[in-house]
């Protein structure tokens, strides 16, 4: 199996849920994975190609999703010719619901589901038909409102019939996320992220030799150092792009890139798309703190 791109979404520590909802023409994602949990809505996308963990299927129309943590998932655009295709897709963390609320009782089929997810679950058709409204009008609700009509959404899909696993093998139990190391580092880039960090000063932070931080970044994350922090930057453009109307020059500046030129560059070769497009395809993103 093709080892999935270790992808870090724009999701932070301080937030719930985080949804994207747009319209888009072409997917050219590779396969990948996170450590969050994934609700994937897909509809006008006869002839994708779905692939989760071993799994492989060619999709219909529509189609609900939900990819458990770290298990590989992409959709190749293979035979897909119609346009646009609409996306929904919410990501969380799998510590939202700590150890002692998911094992109450009234919790059980949400607990039960996670554990499902971890292969994959593809949902009927006649729940994504009921589901559809509930998540175009999320972005009509604020704050608490918003987080438990998100909670009932996940009850109702978990007691929902006709659920279907998808992947023979589930995502692996060691997860990069649970590395004592790599947190720290996450916890040092955060900080700093937005200005000039070199090699040695991160592997200091580590207490590591620099050989032995290059090896640890590779093994635990499949990237060199710059382009993990690459990655963490570009994250941040991103967010930053979508939520406000900061000149990009600036939000490059803010997030670490101080030669605009290499931004575009670098942004295009991960996104598939210049920074100002980007913004344009962009529409609703909902986060709750």
């Given amino acids: 199996m093709v080892r999935a791109h270790q992808e870090i979404v724009q999701l932070s520590k301080k937030d719930c849920f985080l949804v994207f909802d747009r319209l888009k023409d072409y997917f050219d994602w590779p396969f990948h994975q996170h450590p969050e949990f994934e609700l994937n809505f897909i509809e006008n996308a006869t002839g994708l190609l779905r692939r989760i963990g071993d799994h492989n299927e060619v999709i219909k129309a529509k189609e609900l999703l939900l990819v458990g943590s770290n298990l590989g998932h992409c959709w190749e655009q293979h035979h897909c010719t119609t346009k646009p295709i609409h996306e929904i897709t ?58 438990l009509e998100m909670l009932s959404i996940l009850h109702d899909l978990a007691t929902s019939r006709n659920q279907r696993i998808l992947s023979s093998t589930a995502a692996p139990i060691y997860t990069y996320e649970k590395s004592k190391e790599l947190e720290k580092l996450n916890d040092f880039l955060e900080l700093n992220y937005q200005r000039k960090l070199t090699l040695e000063e991160v592997a200091n932070e580590l207490h590591m030799s620099q050989i032995t931080f290059n090896r640890f970044i590779k093994r635990t994350t499949g990237r060199t150092f710059i382009n993990y922090l690459n990655e963490i930057r570009l994250v941040k453009a991103a967010v930053l792009l979508i939520e406000g109307d900061t000149a990009v020059a600036e939000i490059a500046q803010d997030c670490g890139f101080y030669n605009l030129a290499n931004f575009h560059r670098t942004f295009k070769k991960r996104n598939g798309c210049t920074p100002s497009k980007y913004r344009m395809e962009f529409s609703g993103l909902k986060r709750t703190l």
């Avoid at 039960?112 to 971890?118: K, L, N, P, S, W």
């Avoid at 994959?120 to 609700?141: A, C, H, Q, W």
């Fill in 90 to 147: 919410l990501q969380f963390h799998p510590s939202l619901f700590e150890t002692a609320l998911i094992n109450r009782q009234i919790f059980s089929p949400i607990k039960d589901m996670f554990q499902r997810a971890q292969h994959g679950i593809l949902f009927s058709n006649e729940t994504f038909d009921l589901v559809k409204p509930r998540l175009i009008e999320m972005y009509n609700k604020q704050g608490m409102d918003y987080f």
